[in-house]
């Protein structure tokens, strides 16, 4: 199973980027899968998940401004940020689980998957 993200990059405050998470050997629909954040020196965080029934969960620090949605037809995920503040400057990680649960799932060891992480810079 290979997890691919794409789609960061440097943006002003207030901004927007979206995110894309694509799998090979890997069905997204019918899983859990999850998006995860880390700066440098901190610990990994959650920034939210959609399950089994396209139920989506959010971090209290981006609801309102995230979105997380799917496209079975391409076999990804996307995760939109509107909004976007400085403290939003992270590398943007996509998880995936075999789990097909539809409740938060908010642990990185909830996830059998990681890609490699897109670079998200939002400047003041």
């Known amino acids: 199973v290979q997890v691919v993200e794409s789609g960061g990059g440097l943006v002003q405050a207030g901004g927007s980027l979206r995110l894309s998470c694509s799998a090979s050997g890997f069905t997204l629909d019918g899983h859990a899968i999850g998006w995860f954040r880390q700066a440098p020196g901190k610990e990994r965080a959650w920034v939210g998940c959609?399950?089994?029934?396209?139920?989506?969960y959010y971090a209290v620090s981006v609801k309102g401004r995230f979105t997380i949605s799917s496209d079975s037809g391409k076999n990804t995920v996307s995760l939109q940020m509107n909004s976007l503040k400085p403290e939003d400057t992270d590398v943007y990680y996509c998880?995936?689980?075999?789990?097909?649960?539809?409740?938060?799932?908010?642990?990185?060891?909830?996830?059998?998957?990681w890609g490699q992480g897109t670079q998200v810079t939002v400047s003041s």
């Open positions: 998880a995936l689980s075999w789990s097909q649960s539809d409740v938060v799932m908010e642990f990185g060891a909830e996830y059998e998957y």
């Open positions: 959609i399950g089994n029934d396209q139920r989506t």
